[in-house]
């Protein structure tokens, strides 16, 4: 693979595939849990034709790639996510929009981004829901063929808001606690309540005074906290048709604790010393010994997300082209009632794409599986790594010489006797066989349980997620 970041996001583990396939009865290595049935399901950027100018990982179409786990038996498909703009796209056999590295015009009627659906996967009420880093409208997708039934826009309830990547599914109430946002115009930031049967019932207009680049949130069962960090699109550059992040060192990082049903008004800000935040782990409600309400998160934090060198000298730091990719464990405490916040860091090892056993988010929760950021120029992951979150305790699982492992899912044992009673899965690719596996591991003993093989390669993607039968 070429150094030169223009092109190292779309060669090599990242590399496109060209065509939609089912293979069914795939061949294992050890044995799949027979308790184990539903499909791991990952959401890919791959574009459909050649990028127009300068390509970067995000601007790829959506593409799901999934492995549907039945009775011990095993089923890989993948599909593109049939968004307006692939269909546009296709239609016309050409790329139609240009990516984010390249410019726009402002004055256009169109779209100035084309809307992917290429980043994450949520499941609610029966569906899987693909999502938009750069927040547009989900994609329903049948969580067994994968095939897109259409924009999602709630029984009409969405109205004119957006949805960002990384909702957060309530498994209390079954609600879906989303969120939005627009670097072209106010307000900035969107927050928002979907009920368990699929309709919009709140709405929250936050107040962010610029565009930050907004990109996850968290939960707990009364609040929902918002990340408004100093990464930030430059309005004057916009304007003139030109997307350019900036980092302010010398801006606080800005945290939201909101009211989940409020409307904004009630939000209570926070403020830390600088920083960004790509991923949220989980969040809780405590007490502390005034009886306040103290809303605790976890992170991966990462002190300066530009660079201040050229990349020879940080060999072992991935970057995405101007982003540098270096994040850290960290807690953070918000408390209510003296509007004091503090952080700290758990652990030294770089990790990203974190996840938990889904049935914990929101209430405290003590176990956490963070893909290690491996030592290479760009973003890979060389194994996982299983986190005590309440003391940084840590156990690493190292996937082996020329092996990438992706985004880790917990899958819980049916009647699990507790939070890490399960299993985790990911998608590993081998670069020395050229080949892709469902890599099924014991969450409590971290024991290899099964190596499902996959007859293609898997691209290097984005987020994962699980879709039970």
Known sequence: MTNNSLFAYIQDVYAPVDDERTDSELSVIGEIPKDISGAYVQNNPNPQFPPQGLYHWFDGDGMIHGVQLHEGSATYRNRYVQTKGFVEEEEKKASLWKGILEPFDPSSKRPFDKDTANTDLIFHNGQL???????????????VTFETKGAEDFGGTLGDMTIAAHPKLDPRTGELIVFGYNPYKRPYLTGGVISKDGLVTHRADLNCPIPSLFHDIAITPNYTIFLDLPMFWDVERLKQGKRRVRFDRER??????MPRYDDGKDCQWFTLPSCYIYHTINAHEERDDQGNIVVVMTACRIENPLPQCDHDEEPAIPRLFFLRLHPYLYEFRFNLGTGEASQHQLDDAPTEFPRINDDYIGVKSKWAYHPRVAKEKTLLFDGFIKYNTQTGENEHVVYGE??????????????AQGEDDGYITTFVRDRRKERSELVIYDAQTLSLAAQVVIPRRVPFGFHAHWAPN
């Open 129 to 143: 829901l693909a999502t938009w880093w750069l927040s547009g409208q989900p994609y329903a997708v049948d969580p």
């Open 252 to 257: 606080p990082a800005r945290f939201g604790v």
């Open 402 to 415: 020329g092996r990438i492992g992706g985004e880790t899912v917990f899958v819980p044992r049916p009647n």
